[in-house]
C-alpha cells in the first residue's frame, strides 16, 4: 500500500447496503416465525456499516391516506436485528416514510467515532401523499460524512420523466436539521456528503417487445437488456443520477415474479420482466469508494458485488444488495494538507488483499472525549 503522511493510521472499512420492496406482507410466516433473510442481510461478512431499505413496508390504506408511522417498521428491525451477530452492531439509526424505509447498523467498536447523526425525508406523491419518496440517514465518521438513501420512484412503464423527477425532488429537497436550543437549523443537504449511497426500487424498466424481453431474461441475455434499460438510458443522456456510479448488472430482472417462485409475472398484466431494484454510490471528495463484484449469486471478481437473492415466499421482487470496501487514513492532528485522495490502482494491492479499492486520506482534530 502507498506511504502514509507521517502520524496517521489506517482503516479498512466494509460498507454493505441493501434494498427489499416489502410488497406491505410482515417479517413473519404463517406459523409466526420470522423469515429467514440472512442472506440478505449478510451475516456472515461481518461488514462495519449495514444500510437496509425497505419500499411498500406498509399497504395499509390508512397509513398512505395519514402519511403516518407504520408499526411494522419495529417488525422489520426486529427481523434485522435478530440475523445480525449478536453483540456485534448497534442501530444508530431509522427513518421512514410511509412504506419507504431505511435503518442503519454500525459496529459497536466503530460507534465512538459516528457524530452528528441526523435524518431527513422527501415525498414526491401526489399533494405528499402515497408511498412514493426518498428517505435519508447522514452521520460523521470522523470527519468523513456519509449519507445513506433509499427511495421508491413512480412506478408504470411509461413514467420515465416523472422517475427522473422524483430523483431530482429527493436530492435537491432532502435536508437533514438538527435542534439547537429547541429551534430548527439547517445540516446539510445531500450532495454536501463525501460518502453517498443510494438504493430503492426506483422503478426504471427495459423497453422494448414484452415476449422478447422475458425470453431473453430467461436466457440470461443481459447485455441486450442492459441497452433497453430505462435507468442506463436516461444516465448516458445526462438526465438523471449524474455523476453516480453502478456496477455491471449479472443477475436477471429483479421484477416482477409469481409471488414466491422465480417465474416471472404469468398474471393478466404480463408485466414485462426489469431492474427496478437499484444501488448507485458517489464519492463527491474524489474516488474513496471502490465496489469489490457482482452477482446472483455467486461471487464474481468485478468492481463490485451486487447480489439478488431468490424471491421470499411474500416477495414479488427480488431483493439485492452491495458490499463495499474502502479503506480510510487518519491523522490525529488537523492539517487540511492531508486532506487528499489517492486512488489505488488493483496492481499496487493484490499482493495484499483479492479486491480493488480506493484510498481516502482524512484528518481529524483529537478530542479529549474520545468521542
Known sequence: PPSLPPGTSNDLFHVRVGSFNINGKPPRDAEGNLVDIKSWIGSEIRADICAFGFQELDLD???????????????WVTAISACLPDGVYEKIACTTLVGVVIVVYVKKSLRKRIRNILTGITPTGM????????VGIRFDLDTTGFCFLCAHFAAHQGAVQKRNEDYEAIVQRLQFWSVKDGVLQERSQVFQHDRIFFCGDLNYRIDGDAEKIRKLAALSKHEELHEADQLNTQRKLGAVFRGWEESKILFP???????????????PKQRIPAWCDRVLWMSTSGCGITPVSCNRPTFFLHTLHVHCMPCLSFTVNFCVYSRFHLICYFSATFDATFLMLYAVKISDVKDYFHFPFAVLYISYPCYSSGG
Open 253 to 267: 430482472p429483479t421484477y416482477k415474479y409469481d409471488t414466491g417462485t422465480n417465474t416471472f409475472d404469468t398474471s
Open 61 to 75: 390504506s390508512q397509513t398512505l391516506m395519514l402519511n403516518i408511522a407504520s408499526p411494522k417498521v419495529a417488525e
Open 127 to 134: 399533494l405528499g401523499f402515497g408511498n412514493k419518496g426518498g
